[in-house]
């Protein structure tokens, strides 16, 4: 969404368009189709579990769409014009494959300073603060500023489609004639009937393609190493436990770790992590 070249962008737009258009067809699935088709025969005891689905489907699909779209749209962590006011004609090193801490280092492709963990994205053509990876499904790069919506929209991505799989889960057993007390393909049609399933069948293959990215990103986050750190070699120095690790990406703990908002209290402006003795003490670092 934020590259350089115009042809990238508009190249970019598609995957996203696509995930908008799987958001948008199990919301349609879901409540236009099992929700409305069904309710009128549902009776008693089915229709209030019918809403208690119908809460939970719609807000955790509410919350995992308003995740993918900050996510896609928000700035990931661009090099911020003040730090490189800050730091202009101070010392850096050159860029290499291992822990910098509290060093800059110099991108040979933007020919600027840029902070310690940041990383030049060739998709976006500029430097990452943070850089996990540049994820064409959000059309975006993951970093510093957005990681937090990345793993928001997993989690909540992954509540919605479970949510989703467990309702279709007695429509599917209907069909097979195993039982499925109210919900019954006749509530359905046959019509309506194939594309729930069609629904289901995508609920249940993006929540165990989620739930893989999910735990691989809360294990990177417990170990505050990003999808490119992963590979450096010796002791993480900026490892402070699992607690601060996750502080360090997602701000102090509080109700804004579950919504896709800046962190009210965040520990670091994804310039600067700890307190390291400075390389060069005019740097703004
Ligand atoms: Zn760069
Ligand atoms: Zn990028």
């Known amino acids: 969404m934020y590259a350089k070249n115009p042809l990238i962008r508009v190249a970019s737009a598609g995957p996203v368009l696509l995930i908008l258009g799987v958001f948008c067809f199990e919301w349609y699935a879901f409540n236009c189709i099992f929700m409305l088709r069904g309710l009128g025969r549902w009776k008693g005891e089915a229709i209030e579990v019918a809403f208690f689905r119908a809460f939970f489907f719609n807000a955790f699909w509410l919350l995992a ?13 661009f090099v911020p014009r003040w730090w490189l006011d ?11 494959f ?34 996990d990876h540049h994820c064409p499904w959000v059309g975006n ?8 919506y990345f793993i928001l929209m997993l989690f909540y991505g992954i509540l919605a489609a479970m949510t989703y799989g467990s309702s279709a889960a007695p429509v599917l057993a209907a069909m097979f004639g195993k039982g499925g007390g109210h919900w019954t393909i006749g509530n359905l049609g046959v019509k309506g009937w194939g594309l729930f399933s069609m629904g289901a069948v995508l609920a249940a293959s993006l929540c165990l393609a989620m739930s893989i990215l ?31 690790n996750a502080a360090q990406l997602c701000g102090r703990f509080g109700i804004d770790w579950l919504l896709p908002i800046p962190s009210f209290r965040p ?14 003490p005019e740097c703004g670092v």
């Open 141 to 148: 790069c993951v970093g510093a500023y957005n990681h937090k």
């Open 65 to 77: 769409i308003w995740s993918f779209l900050r996510c896609a749209f928000s700035d990931p962590g």
């Open 86 to 96: 800050q730091n202009q004609g101070c010392r850096t090193e050159p860029s290499y």
């Open 214 to 244: 999910f735990l691989s990103h809360l294990w990177l986050m417990a170990v505050n190493r990003t999808s490119i750190e992963v590979a450096y070699a010796g002791r993480n120095p900026y490892s402070k436990g699992v607690s601060e």
């Open 98 to 131: 291992g822990w910098m801490p509290g060093r800059p280092s110099s991108c040979g492709k933007c020919e600027v300073p840029r902070p310690e963990r940041a990383h030049h994205c060739s998709i976006c053509g500029k430097c990452v603060l943070r850089m």
């Open 267 to 280: 520990m670091t402006d994804g310039c600067k992590y700890i307190d390291y003795n400075r390389v060069d």
